[in-house]
């Protein structure tokens, strides 16, 4: 179950990223991220929960394809990579796969899916602390990265992280919004090489 030849299908399939320069030769950055959305990042988080990555070298390879495609822009061209995000307020690939991640936890712990399609077993703990998150999941120890990065165990330690506020969210939209907020202050958000943290905490809640 390695997936790297389906990351380097999607790193070369150039002909969007060539068919957005053809087309639209003055793109401002509104125009940018519509299209950009739409056409070419919908298709690098095409089912994600299955292969979400953990090598490095792979991480890389599709940060790539956005770091090429922000370029485009003429006013981004002289910014840095973590520049150009930050002045489209686009978020890296990593931080959107694990956001992706989290996103599907909440949908089959609140019931969002057919229990009988989906599949995966994300055991609750039974012990519930003062403070704690109500929905924490168990953590089991793997012996093989075949197991420890598949999805039912590598969302564990980071869903747990997440606060009462963000994980009890009523709808999928206010679970969306409440991540966003909470993770806001995460430097993966626009720096790919960095690791989520339990960093702004305390400016969420407060």
Same mark, same amino acid.
């Given at each position: ?62 940060e790539k394809v ?6 485009? /822009?003429?006013?981004? !061209? %002289?910014? =840095? $990579? ?6 489209? @307020?686009?978020?890296?690939? &990593? ?31 039974? /012990?519930?602390?003062? !403070? %704690?998150? =109500? $929905? ?6 793997? @012996?093989?990265?075949?197991? &420890? ?21 009523e709808t999928v ?34």
């Open positions: 179950m390695h997936f790297s030849h389906h990351v380097y299908d999607q790193v070369h399939k150039n002909y969007i990223l060539g068919l957005i320069k053809r087309n639209f030769e003055h793109l401002d950055s509104q125009t940018f991220m519509q299209l950009y959305k739409s056409l070419l990042r919908l298709n690098l988080e095409y089912a994600l929960t299955v292969w979400n990555l953990h090598k490095e070298y792979l991480i890389e390879e599709l956005q770091r090429r495609a922000t370029k485009i /822009i003429k006013d981004c !061209r %002289s910014k =840095s $990579y973590l520049e150009r995000l930050q002045h489209l @307020k686009l978020p890296t690939l &990593k931080y959107r796969r694990k956001r992706g991640d989290m996103i599907e936890v909440y949908k089959i712990l609140h019931n969002k899916y057919d229990s009988n399609a989906v599949g995966l077993n994300l055991n609750l703990n039974n /012990i519930v602390h003062t !403070r %704690s998150n =109500s $929905y924490k999941l168990d953590k089991h120890r793997p @012996k093989y990265d075949l197991r &420890k990065f598949f999805f039912s165990e590598r969302v564990v330690e980071l869903w747990n992280s997440l606060p009462p506020s963000v994980v009890q969210a939209h206010t679970f969306n919004n409440r991540l966003d907020k909470y993770w806001s202050k995460q430097e993966v958000l626009y720096n790919y090489k960095a690791k989520f943290t339990e960093s702004g905490h305390r400016s969420y809640l407060t």
